[in-house]
């Protein structure tokens, strides 16, 4: 088995803002035992900068990808590498001129990618995604806008988990090895499928993108105790 995990919503309880998460007791020890008992076949591929999961879940630098497959990294510790480039100052500068008119809505750029949460704004939803779509009109070649849980964020085209889990798994310790992606939103899609085509697993955690009747776990203390067990059975092997 190789282990691909998302963060948010699957590791992490959602929370009201970004910067709000916390990491539950354990957990970063969990995944060090998994990582050891797989042969450092363990990645953590995110919408997240990598910079941001490092500080997360210290103290290993995991190998993954960030900003849903437009940054990564190849080994534990190595550097991060950029696949995409930055968005456009003059779009960044434009999305966050608009922000006073959509008050309660975060923002959250992210160097190739930026992220606009209304959590905080439910009701500013259609209004968002309106203005995001004519903002990034000038640069349909190369930017989507991908829906999420409570956000949408505006990423580099052609990137995504998939095409990160695919690039993974090319290289050791992942190579041979049967997929297993664990996510809970739309953004990990692309990584199933890419998981399922290898042999693998796509699972879904239940939240705001997939209903209770179509998921393979309730919540990240799902996700928790079947990670408990994983750690378990890898370490007696
Ligand atoms: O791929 P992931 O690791 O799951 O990252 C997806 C996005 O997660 C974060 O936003 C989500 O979590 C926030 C904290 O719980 C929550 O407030 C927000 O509503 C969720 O959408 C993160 O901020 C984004 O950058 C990630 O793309």
Redesign the pocket.
Known sequence: MALFL?????L???????N??RVPNGLVELLKRIDDGLGGALAI????QLLEIDALLASTEWIGAGV?GSEMRHRVGGDILQIADGLPPALVESVVRRMPALPGVVV?P?GSGL?L?Y?QAPHLKSALEGELRALIAPYADSLVLCP????F?VVPAGHSKGTALLALAQQPPFAGRRPIMI???I??LPAFTAARHLGGYGFRVAGEAFGYDEVDFSGPTDVYAWLAALADAVSEQ
């Open positions: 998302d963060c948010d919503g699957t992490l309880d959602i929370a009201p803002t970004p709000a998460v591929l995110t919408g997240r849903h959250e992210k992220a949460h959590r999420g849980r409570k956000l964020e996510g809970d939103d953004g990990d």
